[in-house]
């Protein structure tokens, strides 16, 4: 069985590498270090097919050094453990360069037994992870690494690297490839930035494609059936998840309803609406708040009837509570003001309660005050009495301070006026 596509024309140079011209472009901190023969220890990171492993395969290939493969989906600790077994022999005497693909993978103790030879240049790394590694990696390998991230190739450079791909598909074939424009777009803005998935729907293209008079004609019926939602970047516990979450909340946040809807319709695309709907419960709260106190009533009907109906009608009511929480004022103040006290909190040592709003205790013989001396608030004008709430360590501390839309504005003056001469 012949090796996909992908594989076969994977680039030999860095001048072939599709993309990455932040790091890999002319004078490029990356292209520098690649150029100047010193291989120092380096992580690559970035989503899958974007060019980590032909990068590090490059690098292996001209820096001289003993190379060795292994994948932290497989690798065991018996594996690294002959990787350090080259050191010091005949073979290695150029030394050792350990590609460690999906670094991720390996637990603590794996990764451990790595550190003393990657501090004394026994062995070079390069380890490749799709995960954020400063979440993923440990950070004793971090400390020792330099982190390069690879980010999606952009449509246009895709097209380029398409249209390779069907000149050496029609070699290998010995067959005339016909296609247009159309063709190149549908799979450059259905690949999601990734050239693996690029080249392997081209190639599929071409299994699919008509044949007729020793020709293959691709068409775009055929091809969106091959490439239909391979644009969806998405991992359920990885970066991209938390990626388009933040992006979504940001964007309702800064009352941008129409990018809050991409970004939610990417995550419903995928199925995954629960940490959608959760996270338009927090935003009733923490960025809509007292400014339009109905907001999370509404957004929590919205969320319940999403939940209750399921995908595909799910998606109504949860555009519903998008568009009311972009449309709607903002406000924080709820948000700063309970972290505010919980910052207190932690600030302070064990703290009493005044003693009027205690449960009635018994006061023994020699109790200096005597009774609870609570007043009750309904018992005076405007249902309101100045008294001490705060323990006496926090005595005058602030934490809610009243925004400035009108819903906070109003019960500003309505609290100003039942405090007034009192």
Known sequence: MSAPLADRIRPKTLDDVVGQEHIL???KPLRKIIESGTVPNMIFYGTSGVGKTTVARIIAENCGMTLHRLNGTTASVSDIKEVIAEIGTFGAENGILLYLDEIQYLNKKQQQSLLEYIENGDITLIASTTEN????????????????????VNA???????????????????????????????????????????????????????????????TPDSLKIIAQKSNMRYDRDGDQHFDILSAFHKSVRGSDEN??????????????IVPLCRRLLCIASEDVGLAYPQAIVITKVCVDSALQ????????????????????????????????????????????????????????KG?????????????????????????????????YHFGDNKQEQAAHIYRQKITENK
């Not at 001490?388 to 360590?393: E, F, I, K, M, S």
């Open 309 to 364: 109906l399921g995908l595909p009608e799910a998606r109504l009511p949860i555009a519903e509570a998008i568009i009311l929480l972009a449309t709607a004022p903002k406000s924080n103040s709820v948000y700063t003001a309970i972290d505010s006290a919980i910052d207190d909190l932690k600030n302070c040592d064990s703290l009493d309660f005044p003693r009027h709003l205690q449960n009635c205790h018994f006061d023994g």
């Open 367 to 399: 109790a200096v005050v005597s009774g609870q001396n609570y007043l009750y608030p309904h018992d005076f004008p405007n249902h309101y009495v100045k008294q001490q709430y705060l323990p006496d360590a926090l005595k005058g501390h602030v934490y």
């Open 133 to 152: 590694p400063y979440f993923a990696v440990y950070n004793a390998i971090i400390s020792r690494c330099t982190v390069f991230e690879f980010k999606p």
């Open 259 to 272: 990018a809050a809807l991409h970004y939610a319709a990417r995550l419903i695309e995928t199925g995954d």
């Open 156 to 218: 246009n450079q895709l097209i380029s690297a398409i249209k390779r791909a069907f000149r050496i598909l029609s070699k290998e074939n010995k067959t005339e490839i016909i296609y247009d424009d159309e063709i190149l777009n549908i799979i450059a803005y259905n690949c999601g930035g990734d050239v693996r998935k690029a080249m392997n729907t081209a190639e599929l293209a071409v299994m699919c494609g008509d044949i007729s008079d020793g020709r293959v004609t691709i």
């Open 25 to 27: 472009g002319k004078n």
